[in-house]
């Protein structure tokens, strides 16, 4: 009997991270002989670690904090979305070569539009923050053509920094500052981190309306502060936990070639938080 084939999630810290759940069930539904674990990788030996993974026979990775970008670079292969995000969280161990993709954006719209039933095409899209998390969505959101995407950011000029690097894809973007903010938006996203310390971003109350849609794309069992906060004003919310399964889905199938029942696994998680 044939060992399974063997996938990991490589971050620092990882005890935290619940893809080994994730993956198993969708294992156990696609009927897909595989192992799943959670690898705990030295901050500065990343690559050293990759490569005992493949020399051991792995097949591939999903890639956390905070070695996305080491793990973009050491990709011999990146895919469009990968390039346009910088970062990479999933690896694909080929003959002699290494493969990397971003998830992440592709998890966030699907979870969006799929799961949340909301359709960004001719909307009136926010994106608040321009970090990592920021613009490794921006080209999946663009290809679903929202009306307008508007960046913002506590420092403009970083906004300014992406909305010039994805200006020709066919979408009107626009860089502003939180100051800057006075019109709503049918779909606001935030892509800061500010929810990990139960704060705020500095936006104003008037970005939400009564039709509003608000994603933060942090998730925790009860609403995040910024949640409650767009909720205060009217807005439909939703947390992250739908974006993690769903750019694990995309993992799953980039390995095995399935694409698994995401509203069953989502569920169950939810009740595991």
């Not at 192992?35 to 500065?44: G, N």
């Not at 608040?128 to 290809?143: D, K, T």
């Not at 993690?244 to 070639?257: D, H, I, M, N, T």
């Amino acid at each position: 009997m044939s060992l399974p084939d063997r996938y990991v999630v490589i971050g620092n810290p990882i005890a935290h991270s619940k893809s080994p759940q994730i993956h198993a069930r969708f294992a156990e539904q696609t009927g897909q002989q595989i192992s799943y674990e959670r690898l705990l990788a030295p901050i500065d030996a990343f690559e050293e670690t990759v490569k005992i993974l493949i020399a051991s026979g792995g097949r591939g990775a999903n890639i956390t904090v905070p070695f996305k970008q080491e793990a973009f670079r050491l990709a011999d292969d990146l895919s469009p979305r990968a390039q346009a995000a910088g970062a990479v969280n999933t690896l694909q161990f080929r003959e002699g070569s290494v493969f990397g993709d971003n998830t992440d954006g592709v998890g966030l719209v699907r979870d969006i539009v799929a799961a949340a039933g909301v359709a960004l095409r001719g909307r009136q899209v926010l994106l608040l923050g321009a970090g990592g998390a920021a613009r490794g969505v921006i080209l999946p959101l663009l290809a679903e053509s929202p009306a307008r995407l508007v960046l913002v950011n506590r420092t403009p000029e970083r906004a300014a920094e992406l909305a010039a690097q994805f200006s020709g894809e066919g979408v009107l973007i626009e860089a502003r500052g939180y100051a800057d903010l006075g019109e709503a938006f049918d779909v606001v996203i935030n892509a800061t981190s500010a929810s990990l310390s139960s704060d705020l971003p500095p936006v104003l109350p008037s970005v939400f309306g009564n039709r509003s849609f608000v994603y933060d794309m942090m998730y925790a069992a009860e609403p995040t502060p910024f949640m409650a906060f767009a909720s205060y004003y009217g807005a439909t919310v939703r947390d992250g936990l739908g974006m993690l399964v769903e750019q694990a889905a995309e993992s799953f199938y980039l390995w095995r070639g399935m694409r698994p029942q995401t509203a069953p696994v989502y569920d169950w998680l939810r009740t595991q938080l």
